[in-house]
C-alpha cells in the first residue's frame, strides 16, 4: 500500500514539474501517458495540464480517458475528479464532437456516504451541458433543457450557463421561465446575469422586478446581477428600490450593487449618502465603497464626505 501511495505522489509531483514548464511535443506526450494510466488523480492532473496548454493534440487522449472513466466509474473515478477535468480541457479546446458531451449531460454517479449515498456527478452534467453547447449539435438546447430541472442545484446553474452560452433562438425565453418558475437564489442569480449578459436591453425592467421579490435572498440576487451588468441604465432601478425597501440587508446589498456599476453617477449617488444620509445609510454607502479602497482618488472624495458630514450640526 504504501509503494502505490508513493507511485501516485511521484506522478503527480512529475506532473507538477511538467505544469511549470512551455508545452514541447516531447511534454505533450509524457502528459499523454498520465492520461492513459489507471490513476483518476493523475488523470485529472494531466487533463487540466492538456487545458492550460491548449493542447488540440491531446484531444483523442482525453476523450479515450474520460470513455475509460466511464466503465464503472464508482469505484475508476471517485468523485468524477478526472471526468471533471476532462471535460473541462475538451471546453477550453472547443472540441466540436457531441458524443462525449452528450453521454456526461445524462451521467448519474451515486457513491456511497454516511447514511446513504450522494450523486457526484452533477458539475460533469453541467460540464456536458456547456460542451454541447458550444457544437454545432442542433438538438442541443433540447437535450440541455431537462437539466434545468435537475435535483442537484450545481447542475441547474449549469444548464443555465449552458443556455446563455449557446445563443440559440428561444435561450432567453427559456430563462425567463426559468426566473419565473423559481429556484434557489443562487441559480436564479445565475438566470438574472445571464439574461443581462445576453439581452441587456430587453432583460433589465424584467431582472429589476425581482427587487421587489418575497423572498429577500431573490431580490438581493438580482440586485448583484444589475450592478455586476455595469449597465447606466440599472442605476435608476437600484437607486429607486434602495430608497423604497427598508429591510437593511436588502438596502445595504442594493447599495453595494449602485457601487458595482462603476458609473460616475453612482459613485456621487453613495458619496452623497455618506455626506447626508441617515447615520445608518451613510454606513452602508461607506461599506459600499470599500470595494475602491485601491482608488485614491476616490479615497479621497470620501474623505472628504465623511469630513463634511462630521463637521455639520
Known sequence: MARKVSSLEEQLDRLAELRAQQPSPERQA?????????????????????????????????????????????????RCAAKIEILKALCKLEYSSPSVFRRALQHVQMEPTWGGSVDTAAEVRALGA???????????????????????????????????????????????????????????????????????TESLEFVAKFLDHREEAVAEAAALALGDSRLESAFAALRDASQRLHAHALRRTLLLAIALLRRETAIDYLLDLVENGESQISADAVAALAMYKDDPNLQARLDRARQTRSSQP
Open 30 to 78: 509524457d502528459v499523454a501517458k498520465y492520461l492513459a494510466g489507471k490513476m483518476n488523480l493523475v488523470a485529472a492532473k494531466a487533463a487540466r495540464i492538456a487545458g492550460e496548454w491548449l493542447a488540440a493534440e491531446l484531444t483523442p487522449e482525453l476523450v479515450a480517458a474520460f470513455d475509460r472513466f466511464m466503465v464503472k466509474p464508482e469505484t475508476t473515478d471517485k
Open 130 to 200: 456547456m460542451g454541447l453547447a458550444q457544437t454545432d449539435y442542433p438538438e442541443a438546447l433540447e437535450e440541455i433543457v431537462p437539466l434545468l430541472l435537475d435535483r442537484e442545484r450545481d447542475a441547474r446553474i449549469g444548464a443555465v450557463r449552458a443556455v446563455a452560452a449557446s445563443g440559440l433562438p428561444g435561450g432567453a425565453l427559456l430563462l425567463r421561465l426559468k426566473a419565473l418558475s423559481g429556484d434557489e437564489p443562487e441559480v436564479l442569480g445565475e438566470c438574472f446575469a445571464a439574461l443581462l449578459r445576453a439581452a441587456p
